[in-house]
């Protein structure tokens, strides 16, 4: 696996590869179970692969729990790039979702719980492109 220094000044070394975890869980009526998921992320990780994507609406929130799980036994050694914006339900309405500190707030503190962490490094919103 080849790496790359994230951005210009965070130090962090991730694989040049990343592995999307769009299709952890089945809360979209479809994805990868449990064990399915684990054996994809084995398999990334064996590979030498670092450097997770994930979102707080992936799978209803179902990947960022996989994820957390995952990742437990050596948090450190993983960087997770998480995104917000949309909100995690299709009924999330306008108080639920957007830019704003409030909105980054919430599934910030989500995302945190998920992957057992206590601190985050990084985070990002997903808008449509014009």
Known sequence: MRYKIFGRH???????????T???GTGWGHGAEHGEAKKIFDGYVEAGGNF?????????GQAEVLVGEFIAADRD???VATKYTFGVTANDGMSHTGNSRRIWC?????VLR???RTASTCTGSTWPMA
Do not use: E, K, M, W
């Open 10 to 20: 965070t130090g962090l070394r991730v694989s040049a590869l990343a592995l999307g």
């Open 22 to 24: 769009g299709n952890f």
């Open 114 to 116: 998920a992957c057992r």
């Open 77 to 79: 050694h993983f960087v």
């Open 106 to 110: 919430a599934p910030s503190r989500r």
């Open 52 to 60: 997770i994507d994930t979102a707080d609406g992936y799978q209803g």
